[in-house]
């Protein structure tokens, strides 16, 4: 039976999963016709019934390994022996991980600002044109795609051939510098601009979330604000600055936090576009390898902690303004 | 929720006037604004721009996938149409070709995905129920709970996960990544589930409670079939989500190919083989194709998903 575990052939492996979810439906009927057989079960029966697998599955998955990875931080690279600050210290410090540091401050400034700024003009753009579901969804795409497909596209674009002789570029970027009269720049290496074509990436992505939440806010201003507005002779610009961008801020707030909380924990871009090479590796990207290349747990799991840290202030000032926006309301 | 500069407060005197006979619906008035703006030829402009710089560099891609391996060396891609040269050779090597038969780790990704989005699911809609419909105590501070749990990022979880993992003997089997999607998907579908289940009438609920239906009667046969369109919106996230995960798989599964996902194989191929553009346009598309005709497909839900507040990073 040593495919359940280990299954090879394609038929072997879909078996298995239809197996999984089977078992996993009848371990769920079991639990509630069982309840649902019982008269007058008692309410705490009933909860766990209905909670039980799901605490158990988080308080084994994310509250136990959290905790244990907490206590990991303020131990040695091997987990030996109690260490108290130094991997923080370390982790602030060291050069390497200043640059680091460094880079995720900057994706995380750069990216959710110019990622919701494109989408905000963009939705105002179309909003209420003949192609407006069209355009949409052109900028959308990018969400549906993998940070590593992602990646793949734009090193395509950022793909550098020497410039000798009569060989071509390949990569549109440096064609369009050619074109320009421009010598090719080889644009994931040359630093310390080579980070900002990584956060580009994400911006590409993002963008399309931004426009998506922000377009419905737009279409949910008021029409006798808009209106009237317009009688006292605002438009354009005017409109835009004045209407439309104070009309929306709940939802300004809440795209900008949420695209933060995402590029925090960006990991696949750095991985396939350089490896983390050329100083352009970030916090989330520099816990894996110190995790799993360099096997030093003790920072690894620093790294990760620092990450939890950073993500808690922008939660609670997004669940803040998403609650002040419910009570508006 | 709406801040008005001064400026707009519409003077009393101005009601009745505008209020004249011969009048367009407010959303032809607002149409012709909006046609208004974008006739400005600045706006169309930047808008068009927009698209494209977001479509290019996939479209590129693209072509580039379809020209044979010598082509894409010495050329671009935008010179195809004075150099008409187009082959599927590239999809076949990627699927097939003993290098990077991708085929097997397509198969890989799809045996992850499906159980991955219908275990988290399941266990949140019963989660859910208790949470909105089930009265006990401690019920306010478990959802918060749970509720913040989705600030955990799941790197902090890895490392003791793995080693649990690796423990048990089951480190690097399809097993642990089922679980651990499915774990890391939970707090997040619980809070949205619990949001849709609230919306529903309390008096529904109560009507089927006085005819002696128990809590599973309920839940199957009252909740179920109004919440179908959240459950389609959150099952698209998660299935976008375990599809197109890097880290989870990478940590868990590493390079082994009977079980290693689609996205953890174009990852190694674009750094042990990062110009061989002809596999890598070919085996990004191959792992694009599926998220992309789901997405759009799919798209109504995602939207009503997206705005329900469920971004998950």
Not at chain 1, 238 to 261: D, E, H, K
């Amino acid at each position: 039976m040593d495919w359940l575990l280990h299954p090879e052939s394609t038929g072997q492996k879909f078996t298995l999963m239809i197996i999984a979810i089977l078992l996993f439906v009848v371990v769920m009927g079991v639990i509630l016709f069982g309840i649902d057989r019982i008269k007058r079960a008692p309410v705490w029966l009933i909860v766990t019934a209905f909670l039980g697998p799901t605490l158990l599955f988080v308080a084994f998955g994310l509250v136990y390994p959290g905790i244990r990875t907490i206590r990991t931080s303020f131990y040695n690279a091997k987990g030996t022996a109690f260490v108290g600050f130094d991997n923080y210290v370390k982790a602030f410090t060291d050069d390497q991980f200043q640059t680091v540091l460094r880079n995720t401050v900057l994706w995380v400034v750069i990216v959710p600002i110019a990622a919701t700024f494109i989408g905000l003009v963009y939705a105002v753009l179309i909003d209420r044109t003949r192609f407006e579901s069209f355009a949409k969804t052109l900028i959308f795409l990018p969400m549906a795609i993998s940070l590593v497909g992602a990646s793949i596209i734009w090193k395509f674009v950022y793909e550098f051939r020497p410039d000798i002789g009569n060989i071509q570029q390949i990569g549109l970027l440096n064609q369009l510098l050619v074109w320009l009269g421009l010598p090719p720049q080889q644009f994931l290496l040359n630093q310390p601009w080579n980070t900002l074509f990584l956060i580009a990436v994400m911006v590409w992505i993002q963008a399309g979330f931004a426009m998506t939440v922000l377009s419905a806010a737009i279409k949910a201003i008021p029409d006798d604000i808009v209106e009237a507005a317009r009688l006292d002779g605002l438009h354009g610009i005017g409109m835009f600055r004045f209407i439309t961008v104070p009309s929306i801020r709940p939802a300004l707030i809440v795209v900008i936090t949420t695209i933060a909380m995402a590029t925090l924990k960006v990991f696949d871009i750095v991985r396939t576009m350089t490896g983390g090479n050329f100083n352009t590796s970030v916090v989330a990207y520099e816990f894996y390898t110190q995790s799993f290349r360099a096997q030093n747990a003790g920072i690894g799991a620093a790294l990760a902690v620092i990450l939890f840290v950073l993500v808690i202030p922008i939660v609670v000032y997004n669940v803040r303004q998403l609650r002040l926006a419910e009570e508006i309301r | 929720m709406t801040v008005i500069p001064p400026t707009s407060l519409i003077d009393e005197d101005e009601g009745p006037v505008r209020a004249a006979p011969r009048k367009l619906s407010r959303t032809e008035q607002r149409a012709l604004a909006a046609k208004g703006r974008l006739s400005s030829p600045w706006a169309s402009g930047l808008a068009i721009i927009i698209a494209i710089l977001w479509t290019v560099p996939t479209f590129g891609l693209f072509v580039t996938s379809f020209r044979p391996r010598s082509e894409i060396r010495t050329s671009g891609w935008w010179t195809l149409p004075f150099n008409w040269e187009v082959t599927l050779d590239n999809y076949q090597q990627a699927l097939f070709g003993s290098s990077t038969s991708l085929s097997t780790y397509f198969v890989n990704s799809i045996v992850i995905t499906l159980p991955a989005v219908v275990i988290p699911i399941s266990l949140a809609l019963l989660a859910a129920y208790a949470f909105a419909w089930v009265d006990f105590k401690g019920r306010g501070i478990l959802f918060v709970a749970i509720f913040a749990l989705q600030v955990v990022p799941i790197q902090i979880t890895l490392i003791p996960l793995l080693s649990q993992y690796v423990q048990w003997g089951l480190a690097g089997s399809f097993w642990v990544v089922w679980l651990s999607h499915s774990i890391f998907a939970l707090p997040l579908a619980i809070y949205l589930l619990h949001n849709f289940m609230k919306e529903i009438p309390a008096s529904l609920v109560e009507a089927a409670r006085v005819d002696g239906a128990g809590h599973v009667k309920i839940f199957f046969q009252v909740l179920l079939p109004l919440l179908t369109p959240a459950i389609a919106s959150f099952a698209i996230f998660q299935f976008l989500w375990v599809w197109n995960d890097l880290l989870v798989a990478l940590v868990f599964v590493g390079g082994t190919p009977d079980v290693a996902p689609l996205t953890v194989r174009v990852a190694e191929l674009s750094g042990t083989r990062g110009t061989a553009w002809q596999l890598l346009s070919a085996g990004a598309f191959i792992a694009l194709a599926v998220p992309l005709v789901v997405f759009l497909a799919l798209q109504r839900f995602f939207v009503r998903g997206l705005l329900a507040g469920s971004v998950k990073g």
